[in-house]
């Protein structure tokens, strides 16, 4: 998990120094680590409950009266708004266009600092909203208008992958909690969504197995045997024809389904929901749906 020094989570959540550190000590909802420079560090959670704390607080409620719902109740509360909340964080334009300008002109320097200095002053979650989905979605869409080449494409979705597999290992290691499986059908290799799907479910205190592209359903189905998983995620980007997905779903309902309920996002997915949605397959159209499932498995 991210963590960050007093000025810079200060700047995140809109809070002074000064009153950071007076709900610090009265109310004791955040503990901070010591650098080893002695310096205190603020993580995700932290910046999140602050945030949710200043909404309140900026709608009339007293800090006193949400501080004794206690940290962990509170960070509920926050997460629960989140996924009721219709719109997200609206994409940063301007330094999509500087990366995207970066990539054309080959400036692997350059594209990197930027990328590294966006990440480095807000929350990653906030992060994967603002730029980094929706730079995969503009890459996506200048390499097929050929203005980018398969490598450049290929250079950039796997920055974006490092970003979030770096995340992921950030986080808290969990002993309770939901099991989630989370894979890519064989024949799809874009495995990005996959990878958010990841991140959002094990930052929400869920277990994740993380087994990557090209799986094979019956090796999915062996490995939900031993693992006895609370939920299987899917990803399929790749367009495939009807009879390919009728036979992905007759591998699914007879070796998978019987063991754990099965959701699927991706672009392959919500272009045959009729057909998945027939077997109870759930099939999921944006992150706040993910979102919702998984805040109803940890709760």
């Given amino acids: 998990m991210q963590l960050y020094r007093i000025h810079r989570f200060s700047r995140l959540t809109g809070l002074s120094t000064h ?68 719109v997200g964080p609206p994409p940063s334009e301007r330094l999509i266009a500087d990366l995207s300008q970066a990539l054309q002109e080959h400036d692997r320097v350059g594209f990197e600092r930027k990328l590294n200095g966006a990440l480095a002053v807000i929350p990653f979650e906030e992060a994967l909203h603002r730029f980094l989905l929706p730079l995969q979605e503009h890459i996506g869409q200048l390499w097929h208008d050929e203005k980018l080449g398969v490598a450049q494409e290929h250079y950039a979705s796997n920055q974006i992958k490092q970003k979030i597999f770096s995340a992921i290992n950030q986080l808290r290691m969990v002993e309770e909690g939901p099991r989630i499986i989370v894979a890519c059908p064989s024949q799809e290799w874009h495995e990005i969504s996959a990878l958010t799907a990841g991140y959002l479910c094990a930052s929400r205190g869920c277990r994740v197995h993380y087994l990557g592209a090209n799986l094979p359903i019956p090796e999915l189905a062996k490995f939900c045997k031993h693992i006895q998983p609370a939920y299987v995620l899917l990803s399929m980007t790749v367009d495939r024809s009807q009879d390919e997905i009728k036979n992905i779903i007759r591998e699914l309902v007879t070796q998978v389904c019987p063991i754990a309920p099965v959701g699927i996002g991706g672009y392959s997915a919500q272009t045959h929901a009729d057909l998945l949605l027939e077997e109870k397959i759930a099939v999921f159209s944006d992150l706040k749906v993910l979102d919702a499932l998984v805040l109803s498995l940890t709760h």
């Fill in 19 to 86: 009153l950071i550190r007076a709900w610090e000590r009265r109310y004791g909802l955040v503990t901070p680590v010591r650098g080893a420079n002695r310096y205190r560090l603020y993580n995700d959670e932290d910046v999140r409950l602050f945030r949710y704390l200043k909404a309140k607080s900026d709608e009339g409620m007293s800090i006193g009266e949400l501080a004794k719902i206690g940290r962990q109740q509170l960070l509920e509360q926050a997460h629960r708004e989140l996924v009721e909340t219709p």
